[in-house]
Protein backbone atom coordinates (compact mmCIF):
# COMPACT_ATOMS: atom_id res chain seq x y z
CA UNK A 1 0.00 0.00 0.00
CA UNK A 2 1.45 3.18 -1.00
CA UNK A 3 2.25 5.99 1.29
CA UNK A 4 -1.03 8.21 -0.24
CA UNK A 5 -3.16 5.36 -0.10
CA UNK A 6 -2.50 4.72 4.00
CA UNK A 7 -2.92 8.36 3.96
CA UNK A 8 -6.67 8.03 2.39
CA UNK A 9 -7.02 4.78 4.45
CA UNK A 10 -6.60 6.69 7.61
CA UNK A 11 -8.57 9.64 7.10
CA UNK A 12 -11.62 7.25 5.78
CA UNK A 13 -12.06 5.83 9.30
CA UNK A 14 -12.16 9.50 10.92
CA UNK A 15 -15.10 11.66 11.54
CA UNK A 16 -15.81 13.28 7.84
CA UNK A 17 -14.92 17.15 9.39
CA UNK A 18 -13.62 18.01 6.02
CA UNK A 19 -16.26 16.86 4.20
CA UNK A 20 -18.81 18.14 6.54
CA UNK A 21 -16.98 21.48 6.72
CA UNK A 22 -17.78 21.53 3.20
CA UNK A 23 -21.48 20.65 3.91
CA UNK A 24 -22.03 23.29 6.36
CA UNK A 25 -20.58 26.10 3.74
CA UNK A 26 -22.98 24.96 1.52
CA UNK A 27 -26.04 25.46 3.96
CA UNK A 28 -24.59 28.41 4.91
CA UNK A 29 -24.86 30.09 1.70
CA UNK A 30 -28.63 28.17 1.50
CA UNK A 31 -29.58 30.28 4.38
CA UNK A 32 -27.91 33.26 3.51
CA UNK A 33 -29.88 33.50 -0.21
CA UNK A 34 -33.43 34.66 -0.42
CA UNK A 35 -33.86 32.37 -3.13
CA UNK A 36 -34.37 29.31 -0.81
CA UNK A 37 -36.34 31.51 2.00
CA UNK A 38 -39.30 29.45 1.38
CA UNK A 39 -37.95 26.13 1.01
CA UNK A 40 -37.99 23.47 3.11
CA UNK A 41 -34.62 22.46 2.82
CA UNK A 42 -33.51 20.91 6.22
CA UNK A 43 -33.17 17.31 4.20
CA UNK A 44 -31.20 18.41 1.46
CA UNK A 45 -27.81 18.51 3.31
CA UNK A 46 -29.08 14.25 4.86
CA UNK A 47 -25.45 13.22 3.41
CA UNK A 48 -24.83 9.15 4.89
CA UNK A 49 -21.88 9.63 6.80
CA UNK A 50 -20.55 6.56 4.80
CA UNK A 51 -20.52 8.56 1.89
CA UNK A 52 -18.82 12.17 3.72
CA UNK A 53 -15.89 9.47 4.91
CA UNK A 54 -15.60 8.27 1.39
CA UNK A 55 -15.44 11.72 -0.12
CA UNK A 56 -13.17 12.60 2.60
CA UNK A 57 -10.37 9.91 2.20
CA UNK A 58 -10.63 10.04 -1.96
CA UNK A 59 -10.27 14.05 -1.36
CA UNK A 60 -6.95 13.47 1.27
CA UNK A 61 -5.41 11.32 -1.16
CA UNK A 62 -5.60 13.45 -3.66
CA UNK A 63 -4.38 16.34 -1.32
CA UNK A 64 -1.23 14.00 0.21
CA UNK A 65 -0.41 14.12 -3.55
CA UNK A 66 -0.23 17.03 -4.19
CA UNK A 67 1.73 17.53 -1.73
CA UNK A 68 4.40 15.19 -2.62
CA UNK A 69 4.41 17.04 -5.97
CA UNK A 70 5.04 20.13 -4.12
CA UNK A 71 7.52 18.65 -1.76
CA UNK A 72 9.63 17.14 -5.33
CA UNK A 73 9.53 20.61 -6.76
CA UNK A 74 8.09 18.87 -9.88
CA UNK A 75 6.75 21.20 -12.47
CA UNK A 76 2.66 21.93 -12.51
CA UNK A 77 0.54 21.24 -15.89
CA UNK A 78 -3.07 22.16 -17.00
CA UNK A 79 -5.44 22.08 -19.22
CA UNK A 80 -7.31 24.67 -17.57
CA UNK A 81 -6.79 27.79 -19.66
CA UNK A 82 -6.68 30.11 -16.43
CA UNK A 83 -3.61 28.27 -15.70
CA UNK A 84 -2.06 27.36 -18.81
CA UNK A 85 1.09 29.40 -18.59
CA UNK A 86 4.27 28.03 -17.83
CA UNK A 87 4.39 30.51 -14.94
CA UNK A 88 1.76 28.64 -13.30
CA UNK A 89 4.42 25.30 -13.20
CA UNK A 90 6.35 26.74 -10.46
CA UNK A 91 5.85 25.12 -7.06
CA UNK A 92 4.22 27.66 -5.69
CA UNK A 93 1.38 28.82 -7.81
CA UNK A 94 1.13 25.14 -9.56
CA UNK A 95 0.21 24.17 -5.91
CA UNK A 96 -2.24 27.10 -5.41
CA UNK A 97 -3.79 26.53 -8.67
CA UNK A 98 -4.28 22.45 -7.95
CA UNK A 99 -5.60 22.80 -4.47
CA UNK A 100 -8.28 25.07 -6.13
CA UNK A 101 -9.07 23.17 -8.46
CA UNK A 102 -9.00 20.05 -6.24
CA UNK A 103 -11.51 21.63 -3.75
CA UNK A 104 -13.81 23.00 -6.88
CA UNK A 105 -14.13 19.17 -7.89
CA UNK A 106 -14.87 17.98 -4.49
CA UNK A 107 -17.71 20.35 -3.77
CA UNK A 108 -19.09 20.15 -6.90
CA UNK A 109 -19.19 16.41 -5.73
CA UNK A 110 -20.90 17.05 -2.72
CA UNK A 111 -23.59 18.85 -4.37
CA UNK A 112 -24.49 15.92 -6.36
CA UNK A 113 -24.81 14.12 -3.28
CA UNK A 114 -27.25 16.55 -2.01
CA UNK A 115 -31.05 15.42 -1.92
CA UNK A 116 -33.34 18.64 -3.69
CA UNK A 117 -36.03 16.85 -5.54
CA UNK A 118 -37.03 20.22 -6.97
CA UNK A 119 -35.36 21.09 -10.49
CA UNK A 120 -35.41 24.48 -10.03
CA UNK A 121 -33.91 25.00 -6.12
CA UNK A 122 -31.27 22.15 -7.40
CA UNK A 123 -30.39 24.75 -10.44
CA UNK A 124 -30.32 27.79 -8.27
CA UNK A 125 -27.77 26.34 -5.75
CA UNK A 126 -25.34 24.85 -8.52
CA UNK A 127 -25.38 28.54 -10.23
CA UNK A 128 -24.39 29.88 -6.95
CA UNK A 129 -22.35 27.58 -6.26
CA UNK A 130 -20.83 27.47 -9.58
CA UNK A 131 -20.09 31.64 -9.27
CA UNK A 132 -18.06 31.34 -5.98
CA UNK A 133 -16.11 28.86 -7.40
CA UNK A 134 -15.75 30.87 -10.47
CA UNK A 135 -15.00 33.68 -8.88
CA UNK A 136 -12.30 32.06 -6.06
CA UNK A 137 -10.01 30.88 -8.39
CA UNK A 138 -6.07 32.44 -7.83
CA UNK A 139 -6.14 33.86 -11.15
CA UNK A 140 -8.29 36.53 -10.37
CA UNK A 141 -6.47 37.82 -7.60
CA UNK A 142 -3.25 39.68 -8.30
CA UNK A 143 -1.03 38.59 -5.70
CA UNK A 144 -1.71 35.23 -6.66
CA UNK A 145 -1.42 35.50 -10.25
CA UNK A 146 1.83 35.29 -11.57
CA UNK A 147 1.28 36.27 -14.66
CA UNK A 148 -0.23 39.67 -13.73
CA UNK A 149 3.04 39.65 -11.33
CA UNK A 150 5.72 39.13 -14.41
CA UNK A 151 3.17 41.79 -16.59
CA UNK A 152 3.92 44.46 -13.38
CA UNK A 153 7.69 43.63 -13.47
CA UNK A 154 8.14 43.95 -16.94
CA UNK A 155 6.03 47.23 -17.65
CA UNK A 156 7.65 48.61 -14.57
CA UNK A 157 4.28 49.22 -13.32
CA UNK A 158 2.19 50.18 -16.18
CA UNK A 159 0.14 47.27 -16.30
CA UNK A 160 -1.15 48.24 -13.31
CA UNK A 161 -1.27 51.50 -13.76
CA UNK A 162 -3.64 50.69 -17.37
CA UNK A 163 -5.83 48.28 -15.40
CA UNK A 164 -6.94 50.84 -13.02
CA UNK A 165 -7.65 52.97 -15.73
CA UNK A 166 -9.56 49.78 -17.67
CA UNK A 167 -11.53 49.34 -14.31
CA UNK A 168 -12.46 53.06 -14.04
CA UNK A 169 -13.53 53.46 -17.54
CA UNK A 170 -15.63 50.36 -16.95
CA UNK A 171 -17.08 51.42 -13.43
CA UNK A 172 -18.02 54.63 -15.45
CA UNK A 173 -20.09 52.58 -17.80
CA UNK A 174 -21.78 50.69 -15.23
CA UNK A 175 -20.46 47.53 -17.11
CA UNK A 176 -17.93 45.08 -18.40
CA UNK A 177 -16.84 45.95 -21.73
CA UNK A 178 -15.59 42.91 -23.47
CA UNK A 179 -13.92 45.12 -26.22
CA UNK A 180 -12.54 48.51 -26.72
CA UNK A 181 -15.62 50.79 -28.56
CA UNK A 182 -13.20 52.81 -29.91
CA UNK A 183 -11.81 49.48 -32.57
CA UNK A 184 -15.11 50.06 -34.26
CA UNK A 185 -17.57 52.39 -35.66
CA UNK A 186 -21.22 51.79 -36.81
CA UNK A 187 -21.66 52.13 -40.86
CA UNK A 188 -17.91 52.25 -41.22
CA UNK A 189 -16.69 49.18 -39.53
CA UNK A 190 -19.41 47.09 -39.20
CA UNK A 191 -23.30 47.39 -40.42
CA UNK A 192 -21.93 48.30 -43.59
CA UNK A 193 -24.20 46.43 -46.17
CA UNK A 194 -25.75 49.20 -48.44
CA UNK A 195 -28.99 50.01 -48.12
CA UNK A 196 -31.94 52.59 -47.14
CA UNK A 197 -33.94 53.56 -44.61
CA UNK A 198 -37.76 53.36 -45.67
CA UNK A 199 -39.49 53.56 -43.12
CA UNK A 200 -39.44 54.95 -39.01
CA UNK A 201 -41.52 55.24 -36.40
CA UNK A 202 -41.17 55.61 -32.55
CA UNK A 203 -40.06 51.59 -32.32
CA UNK A 204 -38.00 50.99 -35.40
CA UNK A 205 -36.61 51.90 -39.01
CA UNK A 206 -36.89 49.61 -41.45
CA UNK A 207 -34.03 48.55 -44.19
CA UNK A 208 -34.43 48.16 -47.57
CA UNK A 209 -30.89 46.67 -48.79
CA UNK A 210 -29.75 47.50 -52.31
CA UNK A 211 -29.45 44.34 -54.85
CA UNK A 212 -26.03 42.50 -54.54
CA UNK A 213 -27.11 40.66 -57.92
CA UNK A 214 -27.84 41.30 -61.46
CA UNK A 215 -31.43 38.77 -60.27
CA UNK A 216 -33.73 38.95 -57.43
CA UNK A 217 -36.22 36.21 -56.07
CA UNK A 218 -39.55 37.59 -56.39
CA UNK A 219 -40.32 37.44 -52.85
CA UNK A 220 -38.64 39.39 -49.98
CA UNK A 221 -36.70 38.07 -47.09
CA UNK A 222 -37.98 40.40 -43.93
CA UNK A 223 -35.69 39.87 -40.80
CA UNK A 224 -36.38 40.28 -37.10
CA UNK A 225 -33.16 40.40 -35.00
CA UNK A 226 -33.82 40.44 -31.04
CA UNK A 227 -34.75 43.68 -29.64
CA UNK A 228 -32.63 43.05 -26.66
CA UNK A 229 -29.28 44.40 -29.20
CA UNK A 230 -28.78 45.93 -32.38
CA UNK A 231 -29.42 44.23 -35.06
CA UNK A 232 -26.02 44.29 -36.86
CA UNK A 233 -25.28 41.06 -35.24
CA UNK A 234 -26.61 40.11 -38.55
CA UNK A 235 -24.46 42.45 -40.41
CA UNK A 236 -20.99 42.38 -39.13
CA UNK A 237 -18.09 42.48 -41.55
CA UNK A 238 -18.78 42.01 -45.29
CA UNK A 239 -17.09 38.17 -44.64
CA UNK A 240 -19.39 36.79 -42.04
CA UNK A 241 -22.93 39.05 -43.04
CA UNK A 242 -25.63 37.23 -42.86
CA UNK A 243 -27.32 40.18 -44.70
CA UNK A 244 -24.99 40.22 -47.09
CA UNK A 245 -24.82 36.76 -47.83
CA UNK A 246 -28.73 36.94 -48.25
CA UNK A 247 -28.44 39.71 -50.62
CA UNK A 248 -25.68 37.47 -53.05
CA UNK A 249 -27.84 34.57 -52.81
CA UNK A 250 -30.34 36.56 -54.69
CA UNK A 251 -33.01 37.46 -52.20
CA UNK A 252 -34.72 40.95 -51.92
CA UNK A 253 -33.84 41.81 -48.69
CA UNK A 254 -35.59 43.97 -45.95
CA UNK A 255 -34.52 44.20 -42.02
CA UNK A 256 -36.28 45.39 -38.86
CA UNK A 257 -33.95 48.45 -36.75
CA UNK A 258 -34.90 48.36 -33.16
CA UNK A 259 -34.59 51.90 -31.51
CA UNK A 260 -32.55 52.33 -28.50
CA UNK A 261 -35.52 52.94 -26.11
CA UNK A 262 -35.21 55.75 -23.77
CA UNK A 263 -37.75 57.28 -21.16
CA UNK A 264 -40.12 58.63 -24.43
CA UNK A 265 -40.85 55.26 -25.49
CA UNK A 266 -41.33 53.58 -21.26
CA UNK A 267 -44.84 52.45 -21.78
CA UNK A 268 -44.42 50.62 -24.93
CA UNK A 269 -46.19 46.91 -24.33
CA UNK A 270 -45.50 43.27 -26.02
CA UNK A 271 -48.77 44.71 -28.19
CA UNK A 272 -47.22 47.80 -29.22
CA UNK A 273 -44.06 45.72 -31.17
CA UNK A 274 -46.24 43.42 -32.36
CA UNK A 275 -48.51 45.67 -33.84
CA UNK A 276 -47.15 48.58 -34.40
CA UNK A 277 -43.77 47.34 -35.29
CA UNK A 278 -43.56 43.54 -36.72
CA UNK A 279 -46.54 43.57 -38.75
CA UNK A 280 -46.18 47.38 -39.53
CA UNK A 281 -42.62 46.04 -41.13
CA UNK A 282 -44.71 43.21 -42.92
CA UNK A 283 -46.98 45.37 -44.54
CA UNK A 284 -44.81 48.13 -45.16
CA UNK A 285 -42.52 45.44 -46.84
CA UNK A 286 -45.14 44.00 -48.86
CA UNK A 287 -46.60 47.78 -50.26
CA UNK A 288 -42.84 48.18 -51.38
CA UNK A 289 -42.69 45.07 -52.94
CA UNK A 290 -45.57 45.11 -54.72
CA UNK A 291 -48.27 43.11 -52.89
CA UNK A 292 -45.61 39.94 -52.44
CA UNK A 293 -45.79 37.53 -49.96
CA UNK A 294 -42.71 37.30 -47.75
CA UNK A 295 -40.18 34.88 -46.38
CA UNK A 296 -40.04 36.07 -42.15
CA UNK A 297 -36.92 34.99 -40.12
CA UNK A 298 -36.29 35.70 -36.55
CA UNK A 299 -33.39 35.10 -34.13
CA UNK A 300 -33.69 34.87 -30.64
CA UNK A 301 -36.61 36.88 -28.89
CA UNK A 302 -37.01 38.73 -32.46
CA UNK A 303 -38.73 34.95 -33.49
CA UNK A 304 -40.71 35.16 -30.61
CA UNK A 305 -42.26 38.86 -31.61
CA UNK A 306 -42.48 37.45 -35.27
CA UNK A 307 -44.42 34.13 -34.22
CA UNK A 308 -46.33 36.25 -31.84
CA UNK A 309 -47.14 38.34 -34.67
CA UNK A 310 -48.05 35.98 -37.25
CA UNK A 311 -50.49 33.83 -34.79
CA UNK A 312 -51.88 37.71 -34.57
CA UNK A 313 -52.70 38.06 -38.64
CA UNK A 314 -54.04 34.12 -38.58
CA UNK A 315 -56.41 35.72 -36.23
CA UNK A 316 -57.46 38.96 -37.84
CA UNK A 317 -58.02 36.78 -41.18
CA UNK A 318 -54.81 38.06 -42.82
CA UNK A 319 -53.59 34.48 -43.74
CA UNK A 320 -52.24 34.67 -47.02
CA UNK A 321 -48.96 37.36 -46.56
CA UNK A 322 -46.48 35.12 -45.51
CA UNK A 323 -44.85 32.70 -47.53
CA UNK A 324 -42.31 30.83 -45.14
CA UNK A 325 -41.08 31.33 -41.39
CA UNK A 326 -37.98 30.72 -40.48
CA UNK A 327 -36.96 31.08 -36.59
CA UNK A 328 -33.08 31.15 -35.79
CA UNK A 329 -32.48 29.85 -31.65
CA UNK A 330 -35.99 31.13 -30.73
CA UNK A 331 -38.46 29.99 -27.98
CA UNK A 332 -41.80 29.39 -28.36
CA UNK A 333 -41.92 26.97 -25.88
CA UNK A 334 -40.66 28.16 -22.80
CA UNK A 335 -40.80 24.79 -20.45
CA UNK A 336 -36.89 24.24 -20.20
CA UNK A 337 -34.84 27.44 -20.32
CA UNK A 338 -31.56 26.58 -19.31
CA UNK A 339 -29.45 28.61 -17.14
CA UNK A 340 -31.81 31.46 -17.26
CA UNK A 341 -34.31 30.36 -15.82
CA UNK A 342 -32.74 30.47 -12.17
CA UNK A 343 -33.18 34.53 -11.96
CA UNK A 344 -36.86 34.09 -13.41
CA UNK A 345 -39.80 33.70 -10.46
CA UNK A 346 -42.67 35.31 -9.61
CA UNK A 347 -41.16 37.45 -6.83
CA UNK A 348 -38.74 38.89 -9.85
CA UNK A 349 -41.54 39.33 -12.28
CA UNK A 350 -43.72 41.37 -9.49
CA UNK A 351 -40.92 43.39 -8.29
CA UNK A 352 -40.36 44.13 -12.34
CA UNK A 353 -44.15 44.88 -12.82
CA UNK A 354 -44.27 47.13 -9.59
CA UNK A 355 -40.90 49.20 -10.81
CA UNK A 356 -40.45 49.83 -14.34
CA UNK A 357 -43.89 48.10 -15.40
CA UNK A 358 -46.78 49.85 -14.31
CA UNK A 359 -48.56 47.90 -12.22
CA UNK A 360 -49.38 49.79 -9.17
CA UNK A 361 -46.29 51.83 -9.97
CA UNK A 362 -44.38 53.93 -12.88
CA UNK A 363 -43.42 52.86 -16.00
CA UNK A 364 -39.31 52.69 -16.75
CA UNK A 365 -36.75 51.47 -18.58
CA UNK A 366 -35.38 47.71 -18.24
CA UNK A 367 -31.54 48.61 -18.99
CA UNK A 368 -29.50 47.01 -21.61
CA UNK A 369 -26.43 47.05 -19.65
CA UNK A 370 -28.04 44.62 -16.77
CA UNK A 371 -29.12 42.24 -19.03
CA UNK A 372 -25.60 42.35 -20.67
CA UNK A 373 -24.31 41.52 -17.14
CA UNK A 374 -26.53 39.15 -16.43
CA UNK A 375 -25.36 36.89 -19.75
CA UNK A 376 -21.94 37.01 -19.12
CA UNK A 377 -22.54 35.73 -15.66
CA UNK A 378 -24.27 32.64 -17.41
CA UNK A 379 -20.61 31.63 -18.52
CA UNK A 380 -18.62 33.26 -15.54
CA UNK A 381 -14.95 31.89 -16.35
CA UNK A 382 -15.40 32.75 -20.22
CA UNK A 383 -17.37 35.73 -20.06
CA UNK A 384 -16.65 37.73 -17.08
CA UNK A 385 -13.51 36.80 -15.40
CA UNK A 386 -10.75 36.00 -18.32
CA UNK A 387 -12.08 39.90 -19.05
CA UNK A 388 -11.54 41.44 -15.47
CA UNK A 389 -8.14 39.39 -15.23
CA UNK A 390 -7.03 40.25 -19.04
CA UNK A 391 -7.99 44.30 -18.15
CA UNK A 392 -7.51 45.21 -14.59
CA UNK A 393 -4.63 43.23 -13.19
CA UNK A 394 -2.48 42.25 -16.62
CA UNK A 395 -3.64 45.62 -18.12
CA UNK A 396 -4.02 44.61 -21.37
CA UNK A 397 -5.99 46.24 -24.26
CA UNK A 398 -9.45 44.56 -24.72
CA UNK A 399 -9.23 42.26 -28.06
CA UNK A 400 -10.58 43.52 -31.18
CA UNK A 401 -13.37 41.40 -31.95
CA UNK A 402 -16.76 42.34 -34.00
CA UNK A 403 -19.21 39.84 -32.22
CA UNK A 404 -17.74 41.15 -28.69
CA UNK A 405 -18.41 44.74 -29.73
CA UNK A 406 -21.75 43.74 -30.46
CA UNK A 407 -22.18 42.33 -27.40
CA UNK A 408 -21.35 45.15 -25.85
CA UNK A 409 -23.56 47.60 -27.56
CA UNK A 410 -26.87 46.41 -25.97
CA UNK A 411 -30.84 48.38 -25.88
CA UNK A 412 -32.94 49.46 -23.26
CA UNK A 413 -36.44 47.63 -23.51
CA UNK A 414 -39.64 49.59 -22.38
CA UNK A 415 -40.43 48.32 -19.01
CA UNK A 416 -44.25 47.34 -19.93
CA UNK A 417 -43.32 45.40 -22.92
CA UNK A 418 -39.90 43.47 -21.02
CA UNK A 419 -42.62 42.53 -17.85
CA UNK A 420 -45.29 40.96 -20.00
CA UNK A 421 -42.08 39.02 -21.90
CA UNK A 422 -40.94 37.96 -18.53
CA UNK A 423 -44.48 36.78 -16.99
CA UNK A 424 -45.79 35.66 -20.10
CA UNK A 425 -42.88 33.21 -21.50
CA UNK A 426 -40.28 32.18 -19.09
CA UNK A 427 -42.59 32.46 -15.78
CA UNK A 428 -45.91 31.12 -16.80
CA UNK A 429 -45.25 29.40 -20.79
CA UNK A 430 -48.60 31.05 -21.47
CA UNK A 431 -47.56 31.24 -25.56
CA UNK A 432 -48.19 27.69 -26.27
CA UNK A 433 -51.65 27.43 -24.18
CA UNK A 434 -54.05 28.58 -26.91
CA UNK A 435 -55.15 31.17 -24.43
CA UNK A 436 -53.14 34.14 -24.38
CA UNK A 437 -54.14 37.38 -25.69
CA UNK A 438 -52.81 39.88 -27.90
CA UNK A 439 -53.39 43.08 -29.95
CA UNK A 440 -57.28 41.69 -28.84
CA UNK A 441 -57.29 38.10 -30.05
CA UNK A 442 -56.28 35.33 -28.79
CA UNK A 443 -52.80 34.06 -29.90
CA UNK A 444 -53.03 30.03 -31.14
CA UNK A 445 -49.78 29.37 -32.25
CA UNK A 446 -51.34 26.02 -34.22
CA UNK A 447 -52.86 28.51 -36.46
CA UNK A 448 -49.78 29.15 -38.25
CA UNK A 449 -49.01 26.49 -41.00
CA UNK A 450 -46.88 27.91 -43.32
CA UNK A 451 -43.45 25.73 -43.98
CA UNK A 452 -41.18 26.70 -41.11
CA UNK A 453 -37.51 26.07 -40.84
CA UNK A 454 -35.95 25.72 -37.00
CA UNK A 455 -32.83 26.25 -36.08
CA UNK A 456 -30.99 25.12 -32.94
CA UNK A 457 -27.59 25.60 -31.63
CA UNK A 458 -25.77 22.77 -29.98
CA UNK A 459 -24.00 24.53 -27.33
CA UNK A 460 -26.31 27.19 -26.89
CA UNK A 461 -26.86 28.25 -22.48
CA UNK A 462 -29.87 31.08 -24.03
CA UNK A 463 -32.07 28.72 -26.08
CA UNK A 464 -31.43 25.20 -25.47
CA UNK A 465 -31.45 23.28 -28.54
CA UNK A 466 -34.05 20.74 -27.37
CA UNK A 467 -36.27 24.05 -25.90
CA UNK A 468 -35.63 25.46 -29.93
CA UNK A 469 -37.03 22.17 -31.45
CA UNK A 470 -39.72 21.84 -29.25
CA UNK A 471 -41.83 24.51 -31.55
CA UNK A 472 -42.35 22.04 -34.34
CA UNK A 473 -44.69 20.29 -32.04
CA UNK A 474 -46.70 23.55 -31.94
CA UNK A 475 -46.73 24.75 -35.41
CA UNK A 476 -48.95 22.99 -38.02
CA UNK A 477 -46.99 23.54 -40.72
CA UNK A 478 -44.10 21.25 -42.50
CA UNK A 479 -41.39 21.64 -39.84
CA UNK A 480 -37.80 21.60 -41.00
CA UNK A 481 -35.13 21.39 -38.24
CA UNK A 482 -31.43 21.41 -38.21
CA UNK A 483 -28.86 21.56 -35.15
CA UNK A 484 -25.85 24.23 -35.72
CA UNK A 485 -22.81 23.17 -33.57
CA UNK A 486 -21.56 26.13 -31.40
CA UNK A 487 -23.42 28.29 -29.28
CA UNK A 488 -26.10 31.56 -29.54
CA UNK A 489 -24.10 33.62 -31.30
CA UNK A 490 -21.11 31.88 -32.99
CA UNK A 491 -23.59 28.82 -33.92
CA UNK A 492 -25.66 31.38 -35.85
CA UNK A 493 -23.15 33.47 -37.54
CA UNK A 494 -21.31 30.87 -39.42
CA UNK A 495 -20.71 32.09 -42.91
CA UNK A 496 -20.11 29.09 -45.41
CA UNK A 497 -17.00 30.81 -46.78
CA UNK A 498 -14.75 30.40 -43.20
CA UNK A 499 -15.66 26.33 -44.13
CA UNK A 500 -16.06 26.38 -39.94
CA UNK A 501 -18.27 24.25 -37.84
CA UNK A 502 -20.67 21.29 -38.90
CA UNK A 503 -24.52 20.76 -38.70
CA UNK A 504 -26.87 17.95 -37.88
CA UNK A 505 -30.02 17.49 -40.57
CA UNK A 506 -32.93 14.50 -40.33
CA UNK A 507 -35.84 14.88 -42.99
CA UNK A 508 -38.31 13.53 -39.65
CA UNK A 509 -39.63 15.42 -36.61
CA UNK A 510 -40.34 12.87 -34.28
CA UNK A 511 -41.51 14.33 -30.72
CA UNK A 512 -38.27 13.49 -28.70
CA UNK A 513 -35.54 15.45 -29.89
CA UNK A 514 -32.79 13.09 -28.91
CA UNK A 515 -34.49 10.64 -30.97
CA UNK A 516 -33.89 12.94 -33.85
CA UNK A 517 -30.43 13.70 -32.84
CA UNK A 518 -29.97 9.68 -32.68
CA UNK A 519 -30.72 9.28 -36.72
CA UNK A 520 -29.45 12.72 -37.62
CA UNK A 521 -27.17 13.45 -40.59
CA UNK A 522 -24.03 15.32 -39.35
CA UNK A 523 -22.34 17.27 -42.62
CA UNK A 524 -20.21 19.40 -43.14
CA UNK A 525 -19.37 23.13 -42.82
CA UNK A 526 -22.34 26.13 -42.42
CA UNK A 527 -25.58 25.42 -41.75
CA UNK A 528 -26.15 28.70 -43.81
CA UNK A 529 -26.10 26.11 -47.30
CA UNK A 530 -28.79 24.12 -46.36
CA UNK A 531 -30.94 27.04 -45.53
CA UNK A 532 -30.54 29.13 -48.02
CA UNK A 533 -31.67 25.79 -50.28
CA UNK A 534 -34.23 25.55 -48.45
CA UNK A 535 -35.54 29.50 -48.25
CA UNK A 536 -35.20 29.40 -52.47
CA UNK A 537 -37.60 26.91 -52.64
CA UNK A 538 -40.57 29.41 -51.21
CA UNK A 539 -38.79 32.37 -52.68
CA UNK A 540 -40.45 32.29 -56.12
CA UNK A 541 -39.41 33.01 -59.68
CA UNK A 542 -36.37 35.55 -60.22
CA UNK A 543 -36.29 38.37 -62.14
CA UNK A 544 -34.08 41.36 -62.93
CA UNK A 545 -32.99 43.31 -59.62
CA UNK A 546 -34.55 46.93 -59.03
CA UNK A 547 -32.08 48.96 -57.69
CA UNK A 548 -33.94 51.48 -56.31
CA UNK A 549 -35.12 51.73 -52.44
CA UNK A 550 -38.84 52.53 -51.20
CA UNK A 551 -41.35 53.97 -53.40
CA UNK A 552 -43.52 56.76 -53.76
CA UNK A 553 -45.89 55.72 -50.41
CA UNK A 554 -42.41 54.96 -48.73
CA UNK A 555 -39.63 57.28 -49.76
CA UNK A 556 -36.06 57.15 -48.53
CA UNK A 557 -35.63 58.48 -44.99
CA UNK A 558 -31.76 58.12 -44.95
CA UNK A 559 -29.32 55.65 -45.70
CA UNK A 560 -28.45 53.07 -43.94
CA UNK A 561 -27.74 52.02 -41.55
CA UNK A 562 -29.87 54.59 -39.84
CA UNK A 563 -29.88 56.96 -36.98
CA UNK A 564 -31.51 53.97 -34.35
CA UNK A 565 -28.49 51.80 -34.30
CA UNK A 566 -26.17 54.46 -33.88
CA UNK A 567 -28.31 55.60 -30.72
Known sequence: MDQATSFASFWSAQTPFVANFALQQLRLWVNSSPWFADTDNAKWFDVPAERLRQMQADYQREWYQLGLQLLSRKPFSFTDKRFASDNWSSPLFG????????????MMELLEELKIDDEKPRQRLYYLVEQAIAASAPSNFFASNPDALEALVKSNGVSLFNGMLHLASDLK????????????QVGRDVATTPGDVVFENDLFQLIQYRPQSEKQYQRPLLIVPPSINKYYILDLRPENSLVRYALEQGHQVFLISWRNFDESCAGKTWDDFIQSAVIQAIKVTQAISGGQQLNCVGFCIGGTLLSTALAVLEAQGEKDCISSLSLLATFLDYSDTGV???????????????TIGGKDGPVGLFRGQDMGNTFSLLRPNELWWNYTVDKYLKGQKPRTLDMLFWNNDSTNLPGPMYCWYLRHTYLQNDLKSGELECCGVTLDLSSIKIPTYLLGTQDDHIVPWRSAYSTSKLLSGKVRFVLGASGHIAGVINPPTQ???????????????????????????????????WLTQHAGEQR????????????????APGRYVKG
Not at 95 to 106: F, M, R, T
Request: charged share 25%; aromatic share 14%; net charge negative.
Open 95 to 106: SLASYYLLNSHY
Open 173 to 184: EGKLRQCDSGDF
Open 340 to 354: IDVFVDEHLVTQRER
Open 499 to 533: NKRHYWTNEQTPVDPDIWMESAEKKPGSWWNDWFA
Open 544 to 559: PAVGQSGNSEYPILEA
